[in-house]
């Protein structure tokens, strides 16, 4: 059959971008890890998904709010960081 048109993109359709790719750098990033863990997350895309309420990296560049969300959370672990580093 035909699928029927929608006007909001589907996440299957949805594409990531910068900020996307920058949470998957983020992930891959050993110190972020050890952070997502004192937050009591062993796999840290859970951790972004859960605090930046997404099911999909690609929302961050579709969703201002989850973007914003993002933004917050890359401050805070930056903070975390560099306490970690002047301790």
Same mark, same amino acid.
């Given at each position: 059959? $035909? !699928? =029927?048109?929608?006007?909001? =993109?589907? #996440?299957?359709?949805?594409?990531?971008?910068? /900020?996307?790719?920058?949470?998957?750098?983020?992930?891959? %990033?050993? &110190? +972020?890890?050890? *952070?997502?863990?004192?937050?009591?997350?062993?796999? =840290?895309?859970? +951790?972004?998904?859960?605090?930046? &309420? $997404?099911?999909?990296? !690609?929302?961050?560049?579709?969703?201002?709010?989850?973007?914003?969300? +993002?933004? %917050? /959370?890359?401050?805070? +672990? &930056?903070? *975390?960081?560099? #306490?970690?580093?002047? !301790?």
């Amino acid at each position: 059959g $035909i !699928a =029927p048109l929608t006007s909001q =993109p589907t #996440e299957n359709t949805l594409k990531g971008g910068a /900020l996307a790719q920058a949470a998957g750098m983020l992930c891959d %990033n050993r &110190d +972020f890890q050890a *952070w997502a863990r004192t937050g009591g997350y062993s796999d =840290p895309v859970k +951790f972004i998904y859960a605090y930046c &309420d $997404i099911t999909s990296r !690609a929302h961050l560049d579709h969703d201002r709010q989850a973007a914003a969300l +993002f933004q %917050n /959370l890359q401050g805070h +672990f &930056d903070t *975390w960081r560099n #306490e970690q580093r002047a !301790a």
